[in-house]
């Protein structure tokens, strides 16, 4: 650009030579901006620069020279969290180097390693753990069947005092920035802990008559009654006791048999020819209700017509 000046007074106008202005207005015009992708998406960063005359772009990632990032945009497919940081681009022309603002470059969250489940008995501790990867911060939260477990919001998660209620399917929601994903789910399954007769009875503080046909809480029940139906030795109750009833058909002997025993049976057994009984099992059906802790039997005991009296038991034995 050619520039003159005119000077004027009231003796006439000079008008200088001309003097030749070069404007370097050299600079970047566009920035990189950031993105937020999650893994295996696409994104892109590009500069752009005014007045430069054969321009070379150089890409850096945290400040580390990039190979073969040497266009004006930089594109990503199929991204990966090792691509996360900051990125910038120097611009070399003739006219001088410039240097973009850093971009940052946000990936999701991807599972690395999914939770595993497993099965568990009553009273273990059971640790679920992902492994995750993304931009950081990450964020986790656990879920029981969908929902939101609260304060378990780390990587791991240990439930610590497994009960029958823990059994279920978890996951986990693993955030940060630029989204959020959620694992497999993992499959808990918890059974109830055995003990054996002679373990448990001793468990019981103070108790003053351990073997198994002691009755110590004196309410007519034996010590391996008590154990088979899961009841309190030391406390008397009727909880867990057998119930006899008349339905059309036969008799009906309601009993309930703890999932907590090892090594002991109970078979219902009936007579007739009182008063010399001949017990038998012969033609008893079951079914059974699952309650959790125990199970709830119903034995369904056939009646020959003409049996003016019977006799029914529960037979347990170890
Ligand atoms: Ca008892």
């Known amino acids: 650009m050619l520039y003159t000046v005119a000077v004027s007074n009231a003796a006439g106008t000079v008008v200088s030579s001309g003097a030749r202005l070069t404007l370097n207005d050299f600079g970047i015009t566009t920035q990189p901006v950031s993105r937020s992708v999650m893994p295996g998406g696409a994104a892109s960063f590009s500069v752009a620069a005014s007045g430069a005359t054969g321009a070379g772009y150089q890409w850096r990632r945290n400040g580390v020279v990039l190979s073969g990032a040497v ?49 568990a008995v009553t009273g273990n501790s059971l640790a ?69 007769f002679s373990e448990w009875i001793v468990s019981w503080p103070g108790i003053a008559d351990v073997r198994p046909e002691g009755d110590p809480d004196g309410d ?17 109750g009727v909880e867990g006791r057998p119930v006899l009833g008349m339905e059309a058909g036969g008799m009906r002997f309601l009993y309930r048999r703890s999932k907590a025993t090892s090594g002991v049976s109970g078979v219902v057994e009936f007579a007739g020819g ?42 347990v034995s170890q």
Do not use: H
């Open 71 to 119: 266009s004006a945009t930089l594109a990503f497919t199929g991204v990966l969290a090792a691509d996360a940081g900051e990125y910038s681009c120097v611009i070399t022309a003739s006219q001088g180097v410039a240097v973009s603002n850093g971009a940052l470059l946000t990936v999701g969250p991807a599972i690395v390693v999914q939770p595993s489940g497993g099965s």
């Open 220 to 236: 007519g029940v034996s010590n391996l009654m008590e154990y088979f139906a899961g009841s309190s030795p030391v406390a008397a």
């Open 274 to 315: 009182y008063p010399d009984p001949v017990w038998g099992s012969a033609g008893v059906t079951e079914t059974v209700v699952d309650r959790g802790i125990y199970e709830e039997v119903t034995a369904r005991i056939p009646v020959a017509a003409g049996d003016q009296r019977m006799l029914v038991r529960l037979r």
């Open 128 to 196: 679920l753990s992902v492994t995750a990867q993304g931009s950081e911060p990450v964020s986790y939260q656990w879920r029981k069947g969908g929902v939101n477990i609260a304060g378990a919001t780390g990587a791991g998660y240990t439930v610590r005092v497994l009960q029958l209620s823990d059994a279920g399917t978890y996951d986990v929601v693993v955030s940060n920035a630029a989204g959020s994903v959620t694992s497999a789910a993992a499959v808990v399954g918890v059974s109830v802990r055995t003990v054996s």
